[in-house]
T-cell receptor
Framework: EAQVTQNPRYLITVTGKKLTVTCSQN?????MSWYRQDPGLGLRQIYY???????DKGDVPEGYKVSRKEKRNFPLILESPSPNQTSLYFC?????????????FGQGTRLTVV | ELKVEQNPLFLSMQEGKNYTIYCNYS?????LYWYRQDPGKSLESLFV?????AVKQEGRLMASLDTKARLSTLHITAAVHDLSATYFC????????????FGQGTRLTINP
């Protein structure tokens, strides 16, 4: 079964404590991306990756890092989380050509930073 | 910069009625997507519209794309309670960063 798996699903942490949200896909998709969802703002892209070792900033990259060492995994790293990073995070994957097919989304990770 | 706007943002309607959600976008694109999100859940792909004049239908939902007007519509026919959800449109950005730009979402509530 095609899957995009995020972990953890829920996380409460304190300001400044480094954390990683993992994303793994079994569809052999080249393109992976991270979004955050905030009320009234829809989804905004944080980072994306067109393939292994190829990553680039989206619209709201500040405070986040990513890596793409292997095709199936695309972790999101918050080196020093702050309360304004409290949000619902989604990982998405897609076949390499962005244009013609829909993206598949993970289940979401609800992060609270206190 | 590509911007995507949906309206209305909130919609409460009665079962059996028809209604339309509108999605406007600011720059040229001919790839538009509609997603559904249930509370606390992920996004589920509904439609992929790839060309001007494209129309797709699934059950009581029908989506269309007018690239000249930079407008897509999601029409709901004879609404039923199960269609209550938040609906997002998203547009592929052609130039620059490879991304989908999302609208704010329309929260649809269908009352019996």
């Amino acid at each position: 079964e095609a899957q995009v798996t995020q972990n953890p699903r829920y996380l409460i942490t304190v300001t400044g404590k480094k954390l990683t949200v993992t994303c793994s896909q079994n569809m052999n998709h080249e393109y992976m991306s991270w979004y955050r969802q905030d009320p009234g703002l829809g989804l905004r892209q944080i980072y994306y990756s067109m393939n292994v070792e190829v990553t680039d900033k989206g619209d709201v990259p500040e405070g986040y890092k990513v890596s793409r060492k292997e095709k199936r995994n695309f972790p999101l790293i918050l080196e020093s989380p702050s309360p304004n990073q409290t949000s619902l995070y989604f990982c998405a994957t897609k076949v390499g050509d962005l244009m013609n097919t829909e993206a598949f989304f993970g289940q979401g990770t609800r992060l609270t930073v206190v | 910069e590509l911007k995507v706007e949906q309206n209305p943002l909130f919609l409460s309607m009665q079962e059996g009625k028809n209604y339309t959600i509108y999605c406007n976008y600011s720059t040229t694109s001919d790839r538009l997507y509609w997603y559904r999100q249930d509370p606390g859940k992920s996004l589920e792909s509904l439609f992929v519209l790839l060309s001007n004049g494209a129309v797709k239908q699934e059950g009581r939902l029908m989506a269309s794309l007018d690239t000249k007007a930079r407008l897509s519509t999601l029409h709901i026919t004879a609404a039923v309670h199960d269609l209550s959800a938040t609906y997002f449109c998203a547009v592929s950005q052609i130039q620059g960063a490879q991304k989908l730009v999302f609208g704010q979402g329309t929260r649809l509530t269908i009352n019996p």
